[in-house]
């Protein structure tokens, strides 16, 4: 049977977070203490927004490539996570995130999950801009008419059209 040691690194996290604010309050003054934990959740405010979108860029050029995006997936959820840990208040949390922003860790970590995870689809061809080209209907002018039913105005016999005189 294999105990895991993370539900108690939760439940004992709290506490580690209190004991690292003591320290840093009596190294560097209270005041100092509160400026670096509002600096830390900016930071990872800025760098979430930020690299959302940077994530999502990085994702479409790989699969218009038509290459794998799962380690830029990867990549982007560990730079999400970091920033979320950066908004959390604690400097353990900080000192976590600060390691996940480093590409070679990331790496690591990469080369440990990859073989745990399941990609569920293919990503060869092109993307998805490549599928479904065939199903597109181009009309002339003449495959349509501004005089049909639909120029005449609404429907007051509708059952969809809710009069307020009704």
């Known amino acids: 049977m294999r105990i895991s040691l993370f539900p108690l690194f939760l439940l004992a996290l709290p506490l580690l977070e209190i004991a ?61 996570l970091a920033a979320i840990l950066l908004i959390i208040p604690g400097f353990i949390t900080d000192i976590f995130a600060i390691l996940l922003l480093l590409p070679p860790v990331r790496d690591l970590a990469w080369r440990f999950l990859k073989s745990r995870i399941v990609l569920a689809t293919s990503f060869t061809g092109g993307g998805f801009r490549a599928r479904g080209r065939d199903n597109v209907i181009d009309l002339d002018d003449s495959d349509f008419s501004r005089d049909d039913d639909y120029s005449r105005g609404p429907d007051h016999n509708s059952p969809w059209r809710r009069l307020k005189d009704d």
């Open 20 to 80: 690292g604010f003591v320290i840093v309050g009596r190294e560097v003054g209270a005041l100092a203490t509160v400026g670096l934990v509002i600096l830390s959740t900016v930071a990872g405010s800025l760098l979430l927004r930020h690299q959302g979108f940077g994530v999502m860029a990085r994702v479409r050029a790989e699969m218009d490539a038509g290459r794998d995006p799962s380690r830029e997936l990867a990549h982007g959820a560990m730079i999400v």
